[in-house]
């Protein structure tokens, strides 16, 4: 076994290393292998020169040149490659995506652009005789709410349900953003003031003074823009606020749902100096958008199918459908001061418990007015 001597030529220079036995290496010199070269050819046609008869040297080696020692030759690195499915800036929200020239799909796709949602069945007020207020929280950590953010990219678009919003905001006429300061949809945001909530820079000018560069007994007046210290970073806007009403309509004997609005949810910076929290995050709603007049831009966006691409709903299906989990956070219900479960209960276990208890009340009323 001592005698077992295994020879390992590396053609990477004049070095050979030879391993004796196991682990002991020798360092010994070889001779160069020569490279075998092609003799002259010489080419009729037009060289790198651009005269006629230019001969040529290839070899066989990429990178000795034996055939002419004065040319260096170059090595050829692999040049840097680029993601195209993140943007160099941090995956910003509201980015243009550039559509495709050709289509990606191996089958004729139709029109996205000619869906349009199904109107809701007219309900007389009259006929309502039951109706509850619920408002939810939709947390897209959860398994079954993944599809929410999902930063793929489509012939539509960024899949982000907060990017489809803003381009909703930003390029439909009938989707309006509304201030957050209540739900009821009184104060009408423009697209700027809804950029201006969610980045690092306001639309408001601030004033400040700073010391001159030349004499430092002079202070200088600078107008800029008032930095957002609320701004979300992207990727944290994960949670979704939804403002629903339940009612029973006493002529089709039915219980229906209906969805109000829809209002992003942003985690609450932490006070300055703090740079830990110290329990769980609190959140606030940016803006809120009337769901009905979202409803024709849902209709053309598709929601991420992770067992089948080809199977994918429209965002607007997602909602009708209820094919999200949600928890409640408010309702009407036994609320008189109109509270919401976080003001009225601390224990987080009982807001669950409390909420599924809100959801039984609502099922057992329609249960009731039937007879078996």
Do not use: C
Request: charged letters at 25%.
């Amino acid at each position: 076994m001592n005698k077992l001597r295994i020879l390992l030529l590396l053609l990477t220079g004049t070095t050979m290393f030879v391993v004796e036995g196991f682990g002991q290496f020798k360092k010994i010199k070889k001779d160069p292998i020569p490279a075998t070269t092609t003799p002259a050819t010489t080419a009729p046609a037009t060289g790198k020169n651009g005269k006629k008869g230019a001969t040529t040297n290839p070899s066989t080696s990429p990178i000795v040149n034996n055939t002419n020692p004065g040319k260096k030759d170059t090595i050829v690195k692999a040049g840097k490659r680029y993601d195209t499915t993140r943007e160099s800036n941090s995956r910003e929200y509201g980015t243009v995506v550039i559509p495709g020239k050709r289509n990606g799909y191996g089958y004729e796709k139709g029109s996205v652009n000619d869906r349009r949602p199904l109107p809701y069945d007219h309900i007389r007020e009259d006929d309502a005789t039951y109706s509850q207020f619920v408002w939810r929280e939709i947390d897209a950590r959860e398994k079954m709410n993944l599809p929410f953010v999902y930063s793929g990219k489509d012939e539509s678009g960024d899949q982000r349900f907060f990017s489809i919003i803003l381009n909703a905001i930003k390029n439909s006429d009938s989707a309006i953003a509304f201030s957050a300061e209540d739900d009821r949809f009184t104060t009408p945001l423009t697209y700027k003031d809804v950029l201006a909530a969610s980045t690092n820079t306001s639309s408001i000018l601030d004033t400040t003074y700073s010391e001159n560069i030349n004499n430092p007994d002079i202070m200088d007046t600078v107008i800029q823009w008032k930095a957002n210290l609320k701004a979300p970073k992207p990727d944290s806007i994960y949670k979704f606020r939804i403002k629903e009403q339940w009612l029973f309509d006493k002529e089709s004997s039915r219980m229906f749902v209906r969805i109000i609005g829809i209002a992003p949810l942003a985690p609450n910076p932490l006070p300055p100096g703090q740079k830990k929290a110290t329990g769980p995050p609190s959140y606030y709603p940016l803006f809120w958008v009337y769901y009905p007049d979202l409803r024709p831009t849902l209709a053309k966006y598709f929601a991420y199918n992770p067992k089948n691409v080809g199977g994918r709903m429209t965002w607007e299906e997602i909602f009708e459908g209820r094919f999200f989990s949600s928890n409640i956070t408010k309702s009407t219900m036994d609320n008189p001061t109109d509270r919401t479960l976080a003001q009225l209960i601390k224990d987080p276990l009982f807001r669950l418990l409390e909420g599924e208890n809100i959801k039984e009340k609502i099922f057992n009323y329609e249960q009731d007015l039937w007879s078996y």
